[in-house]
T-cell receptor, first 114, second 114 residues
Framework: DAKTTQPNSMESNEEEPVHLPCNHS???????IHWYRQLPSQGPEYVIH???SNVNNRMASLAIAEDRKSSTLILHRATLRDAAVYYC???????????????FGKGTLLTVNP | DSGVTQTPKHLITATGQRVTLRCSPR?????VYWYQQSLDQGLQFLIQ???????AKGNILERFSAQQFPDLHSELNLSSLELGDSALYFC?????????????FGPGTRLTVL
């Protein structure tokens, strides 16, 4: 699996935007970029994923660099509930439709200050 | 609520014992994944089942085994338990290979080996 690099931790203030970076310089053309987060004492939850174009959903936006070597997860207005560990994961679509695993790194611990 | 259920929530046992963790995937999901989260190793993939068949293996010890039953629920069996097996165990299910490519995680089982 291609490797991703994220800052160990980031801090934000409530109701401000948060930009969580992820570097993946060895990404291949068939790697999707997935983001999951893990709130305290809970299982990971899906946030967003994309391939080349920027993506938006109700939780967040994903901005993907033109060369795809980096991406940024954007939380438009952080709330206290967004405090979590955020994982950036690459998933190769060639690994098969019915079998793939998620390889989690250490992620970024986001602290949201009131 | 992800729709994935895991029982029990907590399990405390002694070294050398055997335990069984249970997971029910979301309705209609055929794939079940097991992950282990410990303080020193982070979230690690253990094993995957698809419609009753083992599809992929990760860092799963020989003392551990799993199966998926015809009703699609899965069990993870951990035997000859050691102190180092204390961890959070998550299962996840995934929608169809042609769906949103998302894994949905359960709330986890916290295993403490004394």
């Amino acid at each position: 699996d291609a490797k991703t690099t994220q800052p160990n931790s980031m801090e934000s203030n409530e109701e401000e935007p948060v930009h969580l970076p992820c570097n993946h310089s060895t990404i291949s053309g068939t790697d999707y970029i997935h983001w999951y987060r893990q709130l305290p004492s809970q299982g990971p939850e899906y946030v967003i994923h994309g391939l080349t174009s920027n993506v938006n959903n109700r939780m967040a936006s994903l901005a993907i660099a033109e060369d795809r070597k980096s991406s940024t997860l954007i939380l438009h207005r952080a709330t206290l509930r967004d405090a979590a560990v955020y994982y950036c994961i690459l998933r190769d679509v060639r690994s098969g439709g019915s079998n793939y695993k998620l390889t989690f790194g250490k992620g970024t611990l986001l602290t949201v200050n009131p | 609520d992800s729709g994935v259920t895991q029982t029990p929530k907590h399990l405390i046992t002694a070294t050398g014992q055997r335990v069984t963790l249970r997971c029910s995937p979301r309705s209609g999901d055929l794939s079940v994944y097991w992950y282990q989260q410990s303080l020193d190793q982070g979230l690690q993939f253990l094993i995957q089942y698809y419609n009753g068949e083992e599809r992929a293996k990760g860092n799963i010890l020989e003392r551990f085994s799993a199966q998926q039953f015809p009703d699609l629920h899965s069990e993870l069996n951990l035997s000859s338990l050691e102190l180092g097996d204390s961890a959070l165990y998550f299962c996840a299910s995934r929608d169809s290979p042609w769906g949103t490519d998302t894994q949905y995680f359960g709330p986890g089982t916290r295993l403490t080996v004394l």
